[in-house]
């Protein structure tokens, strides 16, 4: 699965964007996509996570207050609604996407996908916040 990020840009703290995951076709119903966040010198840090079998999602316990993840089947895209921003949360945000097994439940693969990542990235997308 294909996918683009859109969205970021600058926004003062306290400020909100909703950043945009978009598929070039189909998102399989054994498919989940995550996003994921980089600071420049910093491991990539998985944020959440919603399963095309299920609509069930999984966010970082640090974020789930202000981050949401959502879906619209209908337009093949993911979205990260972030609100409340603060200047730690200027990154390069990226999405994913990973199949899931049906041994696991969403709680769990989603937990796992979010640690281990992907073996593919696309450019991300800048969200910078200023104080």
């Known amino acids: 699965v294909q996918l683009v990020e859109s969205g970021g840009g600058l926004v003062q703290a306290g400020g909100s964007l909703r950043l945009s995951c978009a598929a070039s076709?189909?998102?399989?119903?054994?498919?989940?996509v995550g996003w994921f966040r980089q600071v420049p010198g910093k491991e990539r840090e998985g944020i959440s996570c919603?399963?095309?079998?299920?609509?069930?999602?999984y966010n970082t316990d640090s974020l789930k207050d202000r981050f949401t993840i959502s879906r619209d089947n209908a337009k093949n895209t993911v979205y990260l609604q972030m609100t409340s921003l603060q200047p730690d949360d200027t990154a390069v945000y990226y999405c994913?996407?990973?199949?899931?097994?049906?041994?696991?439940?969403?709680?769990?693969?989603?937990?796992?996908?979010?640690?281990?990542?992907?073996?593919?990235w696309g450019q991300g997308t800048q969200v910078t916040v200023s104080p």
């Open positions: 994913a996407s990973d199949r899931f097994s049906e041994a696991f439940t969403t709680n769990q693969a989603c937990r796992f996908f979010l640690s281990r990542g992907s073996d593919s």
């Open positions: 076709g189909f998102i399989p119903d054994d498919y989940a």
């Open positions: 919603i399963s095309f079998r299920d609509g069930g999602t």
